[in-house]
């Protein structure tokens, strides 16, 4: 695990714990029967919550993490400096791929996630119940990939592919990196 000195404070870590809590009641779990909830904090002060919120088609249900952020983005929200989740589980638990994902597309590197036991506000637990992670440390290869992928990517590429060859054949460098559906048919060649 990282280090959890991650800049929160106490306060800021309890207030996100039980804003996390109350967002969990407010789940909708008719499906599966797991609700959680997730608080997110953001950089001038305000608290955006999101709870599950289940489908009878798994694949459109949607993570708490992810309303949180979705609330948070539509709201004109988009520098956050923490991040809290809770579920049923008496064990902390991650957040799945897709909410990885959607939290590095939006959140520092180094921001602080606070994973959260469904017992972490009891007194009488020692441990709280709680890791302190980073959106690197869930999500640790992100920024090579995103590097590696503008690296490869021709800037402003036309939909249409009279223009895409016009661009191709004026960054003939580029041709190898692109997709082969991407390519003219031979007939065309782009490079001479």
Known sequence: ?????????????HRLSMHA??????AYHRHSDFSAGAALLCTDGQVITGCSVD????????CAEQVAIVKAVSEGR?????????????????????????LAEFCDPRMPVLLLANH??????KSRGMK?????????????H????????????????????????????AV???PRHFLPPESMSPCP
């Open 78 to 102: 988009r520098s956050f400096a923490g991040l809290a989740i809770v579920s049923d589980l008496f064990v902390p638990i991650t957040p799945c791929g897709a909410c990885r994902q959607v």
């Open 146 to 173: 995103a590097q590696a992928w503008e690296r490869r990517r021709i800037p402003d590429v036309p939909n249409d592919l009279y223009s895409l060859s016009q661009t191709i054949r004026s960054n003939c460098d």
């Open 176 to 178: 190898d990196t692109l």
């Open 132 to 144: 302190e992670v980073t959106i690197d440390y869930l999500l640790p290869f992100d920024t090579d």
């Open 55 to 62: 489908n009878a088609a798994y694949g459109v249900s949607t």
């Open 120 to 125: 972490s506000l009891n007194p009488d637990n």
């Open 1 to 13: 695990m990282p280090p959890s000195d991650s800049g929160l404070s106490e306060f800021d870590k």
């Open 21 to 26: 809590f109350q967002a969990k009641e407010k």
